[in-house]
């Protein structure tokens, strides 16, 4: 998750009180809260109660005299390191203090009183489940809530996320992040304020051989049913005819086990899938489309006067990888800082083992450039589980008498349509190379704002692999 604070705002006092700095704090982009240094202070002296001064990254001073513009900035940036520090540090950035205290700011910052509301929330397949919350509570709240409301077990809810996503002009979801616990999924999407921004349910896991344990449940079993469905019909999972053919042959028979065994063996079966940007690979300035899934990146793209090509990149074959932003400057060539600066130019780069003793670096220039490094991230996260003999499944914090608060009227997953005739203009792919499709990407990098080398992380599931291995 990338957090910046790229500008700061000079802002009254209370009551009329002296002014003060605000520093804007940016998830992905977005304002998550506005804070003052005395909060941000506050923040790090419970923390080093609570951890210790040695665990914890360096903070900006007080001053004694009133900052110049140049030391304003100084700060910022230096506060700026120290959040994303803390966030990066695993036991830090998930503690309660930490996650508490950005859930109280972005409250704050947008002004919500505490009250109940009903929030919508979205099934893969356009299905609305409406639940009553608080406006304070945070992700792991109105996950159980929607869990409730659907009557999936206590066992099986961390099989599935909330995603914040924005719906385009066709009804395809555009994933923007996935719903983290320091924020409050209800201020997090109205603050947006727009309608085009949605929360969606979908499963939070990539390896296929965890679908037996959501398969034994007839909840669990639906909502994955209705996701295939659904990115079947998108084209985010690639079927030929005869597999088009046996797939509706059997959902006739309502044989959802066989459906979705069948969909397993399907390239790009659990992919999430991202709009289209550009990629430097194999050349400059590449027109792609990125999907993630199954311990891998995929590139299709389409080379001048050839057809539809992909190119995988497997997650274990990632030596690291970063994400960098950069603000493209007004047409004057100069800007003060935090003012006057154009839309974040966002990049995920991998340096990927193309084959024995040679790393390259490849990049992709998309919006959704953070989204595909948490995905990467969770990537090599199951992988290191599985590596180590443990297991995905994970229960939420208990609620009152240790089970989850269950909804009166409880609301069944509809069963999706019957599949639409292939789309025609929908052509098969082939490998980019031999050579490329047996390359294994390993990375996992936690997002970072410039491209230094103390900003690229190692990925602990990286394996060195020689020509005869690719």
């Known amino acids: 998750m990338h ?5 700061t705002e000079s802002r009254s006092g209370d009551s009329g009180g002296s002014a003060y700095v605000a520093y804007n704090i940016h998830v992905n982009g977005v ?20 951890y210790g001064a040695n665990v914890l990254p360096a903070f900006p001073p007080k001053k004694l005299f009133s900052l110049t513009p140049a030391e304003v900035e100084q700060r910022r940036e230096q506060l700026e390191k120290y959040m994303q520090a803390v966030r990066q540090d695993p036991l830090l950035g998930s503690s309660e203090t930490f996650n508490s205290f950005l859930r109280r700011a972005q409250q704050e910052t947008q ?3 505490t009250e109940e509301v009903s929030l919508e929330v979205l099934l893969s397949n356009g299905q609305k489940v409406l639940v009553n919350v608080l406006t304070s509570d945070q992700t792991e709240d109105v996950l159980e809530a929607v869990a409730a409301k659907l009557d999936l077990p206590d066992d099986l809810i961390g099989y599935f996320s909330l995603f914040l996503v924005r719906e385009k002009e066709d009804g395809a979801f555009s994933f923007v992040r996935k719903l983290q616990e320091f924020e409050l999924p209800y201020v997090s999407v109205t603050s947006l304020r727009s309608q085009e921004y949605k929360i969606v349910l979908r499963k939070s896991y990539w390896d296929s051989a965890y679908d037996d344990d959501v398969m034994e449940n007839r909840v669990g079993l639906n909502l994955l049913y209705a996701q295939t469905v659904s990115d079947i019909e998108r084209g985010w999972i690639l ?6 053919r046996q797939l509706k042959s059997l959902q006739e028979k309502v044989s959802k086990k066989e459906f979705l065994r069948l969909a397993q063996t399907l390239r790009h079966y659990g992919y999430l899938r991202f709009d289209a940007c550009v990629a430097d690979f194999p050349e400059k300035d590449c027109p792609v489309v990125v999907s993630a899934g199954n311990s891998e990146l995929s590139l299709q793209l389409r080379l001048p006067g050839q057809q539809l090509r992909e190119g995988s990149f497997r997650v274990t074959r990632m030596r690291c990888w970063r994400v960098t932003s950069s603000v493209p400057l007004p047409s004057g060539g100069t800007s003060s800082p935090g003012r006057g600066r154009g839309e974040v130019r966002l990049e995920l780069a991998f340096e990927y083992l193309m084959s024995k003793d040679r790393l390259q670096w490849v990049t992709i220039t998309s919006p959704q450039a953070i989204m595909m490094s948490i995905c990467l991230q969770s990537m090599v996260d199951e992988l290191m589980v599985k590596k180590s003999g443990g297991s995905i499944r994970k229960m939420l914090r208990r609620r009152v008498g240790g089970t989850l608060r269950r909804s009166d009227s409880q609301q069944a997953v509809k069963s999706p349509p019957l599949l639409e005739s292939p789309d025609a203009s929908r052509e098969s792919m082939v490998k980019l190379s031999s050579k490329l499709s047996a390359v294994s990407l390993r990375g996992i990098g936690t997002p970072s704002t410039d491209a230094s080398a103390s900003d690229v992380h190692g990925n602990f599931a ?5 020509d005869e291995d690719l």
């Open 3 to 7: 957090f910046s604070i790229p500008e």
């Open 31 to 50: 304002l998550h809260c506005r804070v003052r240094y005395s909060q941000l202070l506050g923040l790090h002296e419970q923390l080093r109660k609570e």
């Open 111 to 113: 002004q919500v009183p």
């Open 239 to 244: 079927v030929t005819k005869e597999q088009h």
């Open 462 to 466: 990286f394996e060195g692999i020689g």
